[in-house]
């Protein structure tokens, strides 16, 4: 499965959108973008997923490049429920998930 | 549905003690996960089954060993902890991937926080 890199941490103003960065130059044809959250103390959340087109649902959007080596995660209006690490992976749909690296991720801060 | 469900949430062991993780899941998922998560790195593989019955290593699974004898349920044992063993612990769950869009979804549980002195 292909390494993604995102910035260490980010800020956020409560309200405005969040927009969280993910380069994944290396991804494959077969893999998808996975973003998953982790509030503190808390298990990883998955949040959404995509192959190549841009996904929507109720808690967030993603928007992947054309050439598919980066992707965006958008919270569109962000909350203090929010904050929290962002993991940004990129993995083949089938198959266990033995081989996925989960990285630091983004810290993201929503301030009131 | 509970989802993920792991006991202990919190363990204070002596080093050289043994103890035992549950992990349940009420998903029918058939490939299950435990991980470790430690401060400045991100999660870490320790075993995983992909069904009743099988386990498999990870990235680190040494001092830890596992077991799978129903579907739902995969344990995680220590049987002599160490120090550096300290850590939060967490099981996860996924299908088998094979299906539709959103088949290969990860499901963790809240966590286990062990220490061990």
């Known amino acids: 499965d292909a390494k993604t890199t995102q910035p260490p941490s980010m800020d956020c103003a409560e309200g405005r959108a969040a927009n969280l960065p993910c380069n994944h130059s290396t991804i494959s044809g077969n893999e998808y973008v996975y973003w998953y959250r982790q509030i503190h103390s808390q298990g990883p959340q998955y949040i959404i997923h995509g192959l190549k087109n841009n996904e929507t649902n109720e808690m967030a959007s993603l928007i992947i490049t054309e050439d598919r080596k980066s992707s965006t995660l958008i919270l569109p209006h962000a909350t203090l429920r929010d904050t929290a690490v962002y993991y940004c992976?990129?993995?083949?749909?089938?198959?266990?998930?033995?081989?996925?690296?989960w990285g630091l991720g983004t810290s993201l801060a929503v301030n009131p | 549905n509970a989802g993920v469900t792991q006991t202990p949430k919190f363990r204070v062991l002596k080093t050289g003690q043994s103890m035992t993780l549950l992990c349940a899941q009420d998903?029918?998922?058939?490939?299950m996960y435990w991980y470790r998560q430690d401060p400045g790195m991100g999660l870490r593989l320790i075993h995983y089954?992909?069904?009743?019955?099988?386990?498999a290593k990870g990235e680190v699974p040494d001092g830890y060993n596992v077991s799978r004898l129903k579907k739902q349920n995969f344990l995680l044992g220590l049987e002599s902890a160490a120090p550096s063993q300290t850590s939060v612990y967490f099981c996860?769950?996924?299908?088998?991937?094979?299906?539709?869009?959103?088949?290969?979804?990860?499901?963790f549980g809240a966590g286990s926080r062990l220490t061990v002195l």
């Open positions: 089954s992909v069904g009743e019955g099988t386990t």
């Open positions: 996860a769950s996924s299908s088998h991937g094979k299906t539709s869009l959103g088949a290969n979804v990860l499901t």
């Open positions: 998903m029918n998922h058939e490939y």
């Open positions: 992976i990129v993995r083949a749909n089938a198959g266990n998930n033995r081989k996925l690296i």
